[in-house]
Structures are given as structure tokens and as C-alpha cells.
């Protein structure tokens, strides 16, 4: 049901989902929906949390890879491209805006969004170790290199004519390139 009520809020939005409508798409009665969750609020923060675990899951595989730091900058940069999955950012881009009005949903999305900058940070830091990367300032790095990512994923996701994904995939690119002391084009 988290699956499901994911899917709807992604395509309806926070303030237009009604529990009628994730009970419908997941083929069971709104009574219970009610049961397993209680109220609306805490069914939103718990698909929310849903979410974020699958989210979660996917930093610790990348974080816990054998992979080489440059490589597992690629991994973190691919999975994380503003271009990425219309249905993950529109879930996400909604759920922050709600999270100033909404103290669970505000939570998780600033533990996710902390994660995210801490393996960026860990990639950074071992590529800087490993004599792959140059870098002064990680956690800066992290936070720029993210800040441009979600930026750009809010311009494709809602003004769609504003930047191709190409183009935002190029700039989150270039700029995690320099931020490390590479060439664009060895990331």
C-alpha cells in the first residue's frame, strides 16, 4: 500500500491526494487504509518514509561498492541525476514543499538529504585519499554539487520547457567535475 499511495501522491501531489484515491489504486477499501494507517497525515509521512528507505537503501549501495571513488561518483551522480525518474522527483520535489508544513515529512526529508551529502562527502574524501580527486573542501563540495542537482531537478520536473535533461545531466556533470579536479569528461 506504501507502493501504491507513493505513486498516487507523485501524480496527484500532497494537497490533491484523497485516501479514497490510494485505496482505489490499491484495491482495497478506504476502512483499511484507516486501519493500517489511522489518519491521512500519517499515511503520507509513512509512504514519504517508504520512499526515502528505498532512496536510503540505494546510498548504502553505493556507499558499501568495491567500486573506485571516481566510479562510484558516477553510480551516486547517475542515480541521483536531476534527469532521473519523472515519478521519484515529482514525490520528493512535493514532499519538501510540504515539509514546511508538515514536521514528520520535513524530518525525513532532512535525513535523506543529509545522507545523500555525507556519501557524496565519503566519495569525495576517498577519492581525495586515493590521489584520484583534488579537493579542498568536501562538505562544501557536497553541498554545491547537490544544491545544483536539485535545483536543475526542479526546473525539469516543474517548468519542463525551461532545460533539456541533457543539458541539466551536462551542468550537474561539468560542475561535480570541477568540484573534484577533473575533466567533465573523465566523469
Same mark, same amino acid.
Given at each position: ?6 505513486? /498516487?501522491?507523485? !501524480?496527484?501531489? %500532497?494537497?490533491?491526494?484523497? $485516501? ?9 477499501? +478506504? ?5 493500517? %494507517?489511522?489518519? #491521512?497525515? =500519517?499515511?503520507?509521512?509513512? &509512504? ?11 546510498? !548504502?549501495? *553505493? ?5 573506485? @571513488? ?11 541525476? @536531476? ?9 520528493? *520535489?512535493?514532499? $519538501? ?5 508538515? #514536521? !514528520?515529512?520535513?524530518? $525525513? ?8 551529502? &555525507? ?8 577519492? /581525495? ?8 573542501? @568536501? ?5 554545491? *554539487? %547537490? ?7 526542479? +526546473? *525539469?520536473? /516543474?517548468? @519542463? #520547457? ?7 545531466? +551536462? ?7 570541477? =568540484? /573534484?579536479?577533473?575533466?567533465? =569528461?573523465?566523469?
Amino acid at each position: 500500500m506504501l507502493r501504491t499511495a507513493c505513486e /498516487v501522491i507523485a !501524480e496527484r501531489g %500532497f494537497g490533491h491526494t484523497r $485516501t479514497v484515491d490510494i485505496a482505489r489504486a490499491a484495491g482495497v477499501s +478506504q476502512a483499511l487504509l484507516f486501519y493500517h %494507517f489511522g489518519t #491521512k497525515d =500519517e499515511l503520507f509521512a509513512l &509512504a514519504f518514509a517508504h520512499a526515502a528507505r528505498l532512496h536510503q537503501d540505494l546510498l !548504502e549501495e *553505493i556507499e558499501r561498492s568495491a567500486a573506485s @571513488p571516481r566510479e562510484r561518483l558516477r553510480m551516486l551522480m547517475r542515480r541521483s541525476s @536531476p534527469a532521473g525518474s519523472s515519478e521519484g522527483w515529482r514525490l520528493w *520535489i512535493d514532499a $519538501t514543499a510540504e515539509s514546511m508544513r508538515n #514536521k !514528520e515529512l520535513e524530518q $525525513t526529508s532532512r535525513r535523506l538529504d543529509a545522507r545523500g551529502r &555525507a556519501v557524496l562527502r565519503g566519495i569525495i574524501e576517498a577519492g /581525495v585519499a586515493s590521489g584520484d580527486f583534488v579537493c579542498a573542501d @568536501p562538505e562544501s563540495s557536497a553541498w554545491r *554539487i %547537490f544544491a545544483l542537482s536539485d535545483g536543475l531537478a526542479l +526546473q *525539469i520536473h /516543474v517548468h @519542463p #520547457k525551461a532545460i533539456s535533461r541533457r543539458r541539466a545531466t +551536462q551542468l550537474v556533470r561539468a560542475s561535480a567535475a570541477r =568540484e /573534484v579536479g577533473l575533466n567533465p =569528461e573523465d566523469l
